[in-house]
């Protein structure tokens, strides 16, 4: 790998170190304000998708390691480097939390998947550690959504453009109304 393109992965996998530290933190803020009848199944999904999380994050670390870069993982720098915003629901009912994780991943898989496809004839070894995260990522996604989606595959949170506003739909759409 040239030194140009181990600069651009090193920058690549800083951002997606950040996401992930964000989505660690991220989940366990929703682990400890998540309320209502859906609390407790909610509440233990939870625990071990922040571990598996807290291992890409290591597993990351040491990618921009190996390449020669310096993993930052400190809250300020990952505030000031992050180009999305915090997470916006404090305690919460499960399904509202749920409506909003789903934005939150989708914005970690497609971000993930944009450097996947950087990554593809620079660094395969960077690729295959970004599609195992996704198989991952994918998968707690599929947990979450089994919650705010019908039998049809259609989610309770319909279209939206924040957090919030998926929090809200999903919290309708468990209380019967459209």
Known sequence: MSTSDGGDVIRLLRMRLHALNDLALTLKHVHWNVIGPHFIAVHEMLDPQVEAVREMIDNTAERIS???GSPWGTPGVLVSERTWEDYSLGRAEAIEHLGALDVV???VIE??????EATDT???VT???LIEHLRQ????QWF?????????GKLSTGPHDSEEAAAGKAAQGARGKP
């Open 105 to 107: 991943y989708t914005g």
């Open 66 to 68: 190996t390449l020669g």
């Open 127 to 129: 690729q295959d550690l």
């Open 144 to 152: 979450v959504r089994a919650h705010i989606e019908s039998s049809g």
């Open 122 to 124: 620079s660094d395969p």
């Open 111 to 116: 971000d993930h998947r944009k450097a996947v």
């Open 137 to 140: 990522l994918e998968l707690f």
